[in-house]
């Protein structure tokens, strides 16, 4: 009977997974920078100023704004590897269509910049964007 009750629970235990529903189908996650947040897509880019600059704000400028564009360029990438019907993904289909391929440049560059934060000549910057606001672009 001792046997029973633990042999019968990994049945049930394989089952359920069997019979749960599909889940989404997202590109694999490029690295702890990017995740999905609720409505949004969230991720964190991380910069260094290219230089010693003169004064410690010129650093922090720089840092952040590399930063920025750490994290514009990881949602971009994430976002050209969206799967489309018909097994194309949204690279592919930008690279054939230059209004959209504009037009995911212009999401990208719009995201939100939810917080900053520097340590010691390091700065990281989180973004998101609406998961909304790409359905509606991709139609989906």
Known sequence: MRVFFPLL??????????????????????DGHFMHVGEFFQV????RPEK?????TQEKSEARDAAL???WTRLRAYLDALPLEGG??????ARNDAKLAKAIERLVFSAQVVST??????AAVVVRLE???VNRLLGT
């Open 9 to 30: 629970a990994a049945v049930f235990a394989g089952c359920a997974a069997v019979f749960a529903p599909a889940r989404p189908t997202w590109p694999a996650l490029p």
């Open 44 to 47: 964190t880019g991380t910069g």
């Open 52 to 56: 010693r600059s003169l004064n410690e």
């Open 69 to 71: 564009l750490d994290a």
């Open 88 to 93: 194309s993904s949204v690279l592919g289909a």
């Open 117 to 122: 934060r520097w340590e010691g000549p390091t």
């Open 131 to 133: 998961k909304g606001a």
